[in-house]
DNA sequence: GACTGTGAATAGGTTCACAGCC
DNA sequence: GGCTGTGAACCTATTCACAGTC
């Protein structure tokens, strides 16, 4: 009870689950890929193995933004594109800065996938004066002295950040306090925010790591009881703390 | 441990969550620069500041994997490094190969995080006769005619798929076929693989567009009291979105 | 007194299974 | 008959709160 208030408890209005936002995506491209091969329909079915979900699911999160579906039939295909687009706020075009243009840096400016959803990469921002003026896929840097004239000019609210881990928080502030409430963080760092900002990472060791453990799992299948317990086969390192 | 009442034994040993797990690198990182910094020991709360979550599910995803901790003082900082590594399967070495060396394929080689892991880029491949022999960060790229060969040769188990999305699936057929039983895919697609074979994805654009949902929210928490919602199912035409 | 470790309570997400409609 | 939409059952994850330990 002491615990004040931390996180808004959703909105009043439309209680999308968060699982589901996470999934509309999913369905938007593999719809694009029906609509691009003029398919008018699809069944639950067809669309949750296309976009590599169960059709329960499907159904479940189509529900909670309406009934868009014809029993007996299917889904119309380009309806269903239009509303999960509605929804996820992509028929407005969203002004991206890109800020840190090493090699993930210029990766994301290349990438196609944003362009074809309602993005746009409103400017490429880097620390070293060297980039200044230096053409990204063909967009010119900028020096980040730049940074509060460039999000306030073009209406940015949100900046994709693949800087090294040191320059993140500072970037970050700078992002914020210009205007900025939504972040996508590639550096390896945790980004401190005030209220109402969104941050969502995407840290590519560690998704590395989550694998290397299954696959370590996997591996030890085989000799599995042996090195199990917490009598653990310390081969190296401080085996302080015997437990 | 744990000898108490509960009369379900099966989920002792092995039976670390899957949203645990995903937390490991976290703690991980965290624990890497205090480690660094040479400190010695740390509490539930401190860590789970610098991981960014919170204290309370620290202490549970800790309990899982053993009782590591000292109650009174805290956890002892080196320990607690190679208990997460040794779990993570990060006291091993992990060659992987990366497919597809376009902008994001060299980003990826090039990316300081996972060295500093247990993961060795083993091998770049890429399909362009054009890239056979060109380093990237300072690996040579190899054609993907090869491919079956570097997997076998240096017992690759994870492999990691920057190619575009058309290329995706045959590329992970093969590197499948080849023995790969971890996949880390980039390219937009659905991957279909047989049981046994563990597959993560990121997907960028996903990323930016669950950002936009949140974002689309917040501009409208002004005008939200308006019309809430649940207009009529075809109050809208569907006005197809531009390519 | 400080802090961990963990049952119990709660919240969130998934799957089942079937009613309702075409 | 085929397929959607959804309450109910189930499972997983988070948070609370406090007993246990140093």
Redesign the interface.
């Known amino acids: 009870m002491a615990t004040g208030r931390t996180h808004r408890p959703a ?1 009043r ?2 209680g999308i689950p968060e699982a589901t ?2 999934r ?3 369905y ?3 719809l694009t890929g029906l609509s691009e091969r003029s398919v008018p329909t699809v069944s639950s079915e067809e669309l949750a193995a ?3 979900v169960n059709s329960a699911k499907l159904r479940k999160d189509f529900s909670y933004l ?3 579906g014809t029993r007996g039939v299917g889904y ?1 295909v ?2 269903l ?3 999960i ?8 075009d ?1 002004p ?1 800065v890109i800020v840190g243009i ?3 840096g ?3 400016a ?2 196609g ?2 362009a ?4 746009r990469v409103a400017a490429l921002i880097d620390a070293d004066p060297a980039m200044a003026g230096k053409p990204v896929a063909g967009i010119p840097v900028q020096h980040s002295d730049e940074l509060e004239k460039i999000i306030a000019d073009n209406g940015v ?2 900046g ?1 950040i693949a800087t090294p881990a040191g320059a993140a928080q500072p970037v970050c502030d700078r992002l914020v306090a210009a205007g900025v ?4 963080n590639f550096a ?1 760092t ?1 980004l401190t925010v005030p209220d ?1 900002v ?1 941050v ?1 990472k ?18 030890g299948e085989h000799a ?1 009881a042996a090195a ?3 009598k ?1 086969p310390d ?7 015997p ?1």
Not at 116 to 119: L, V
Request: without cysteine.
């Open positions: 909105t209005s439309r936002v996470a509309l995506p999913l938007l491209r593999a296309a976009a590599g309406g009934s868009y119309d380009e309806y594109v239009y509303q687009s509605r929804e996820l706020g992509l028929t407005q969203w991206v090493g090699n993930l210029a990766a994301l290349n990438y996938g944003f074809s959803r309602g993005f609210s949100i994709v409430t939504s972040i996508l390896p945790v109402g969104d969502r995407v840290d590519l060791s560690i998704e590395l790591q989550i694998l290397a453990f299954h696959e370590q799992r996997k591996a599995a199990d317990e917490r653990g081969g190296e390192l401080p085996a302080v703390m437990a």
